[in-house]
T-cell receptor, first 113, second 111 residues
């Protein structure tokens, strides 16, 4: 069965520092992969998605993610974090022709000035 | 543009009272629609999804039900709320591939 693991529940970084949020998935075929961001009390906003092709995907707000098949990973990165990036981040995988997404449990990002 | 509306934004209800949360979608026809719940400090749980009018699939047995009376309307209901129904309810629609786009959510507090 498909699954998504976000091993870091909570990450704290200083403003201006680089960021990497980890995501590992379990899926037999080439997955559809997504990163979403959720600010407190808000819905989820799509940051970026990977379907096929170039394994380095650019998203909104300066985020990027790299699909590594050999590691079953889709880590989210940002070279310089801003205080407004503080939020919860969810990784998700498309559950193969079921029209459903499997979500990770999320990583809460805290940014210190 | 394609927009998802959820109503109400916040709701406080007593235990045992009924519930009706509404999700409406603009700018697209016959979308797949989804209801998720987020309990405090937890991830997303898929509750229901619908591929068309009157077509509802339930993902988990529970105190809730869903209906799709119109193409762009998805309703989440309960006859008698439980304390455990408290949470943040999100409606989503399917886009290209398996992308999902989310509404702003409804916060429900059952007292």
């Amino acid at each position: 069965a498909q699954s998504v693991t976000q091993p870091d529940i909570h990450i704290t970084v200083s403003e201006g520092a680089s960021l990497e949020l980890r995501c590992n998935y379990s899926y037999g075929a080439t997955p559809y992969l997504f990163w979403y961001v959720q600010s407190p009390g808000q819905g989820l906003q799509l940051l970026l998605k990977y379907f096929s092709g170039d394994t380095l995907v650019q998203g909104i707000k300066g985020f990027e993610a790299e699909f590594k098949r050999s590691q079953s990973s889709f880590n989210l990165r940002k070279p310089s974090v801003h205080w407004s990036d503080a939020a919860e981040y969810f990784c998700a995988v498309g559950a193969g022709n079921t029209d459903k997404l499997i979500f990770g449990t999320g990583t809460r990002l805290q940014v210190f000035p | 543009s394609q927009t998802i509306h959820q109503w109400p934004a916040t709701l406080v209800q007593p235990v045992g009272s009924p519930l009706s949360l509404e999700c409406t979608v603009e700018g697209t026809s016959n979308p797949n629609l989804y209801w998720y719940r987020q309990a405090a400090g937890r991830g997303l749980q898929l509750l229901f999804y619908s591929v068309g009018i009157g077509q509802i699939s339930s993902e988990v047995p529970q105190n809730l039900s869903a209906s799709r009376p119109q193409d762009r309307q998805f309703i989440l209901s309960s006859k008698k709320l439980l304390l455990s129904d408290s949470g943040f309810y999100l409606c989503a629609r399917k886009g290209v591939g398996e992308t999902q786009y989310f509404g702003p959510g409804t916060r429900l507090l059952v007292l």
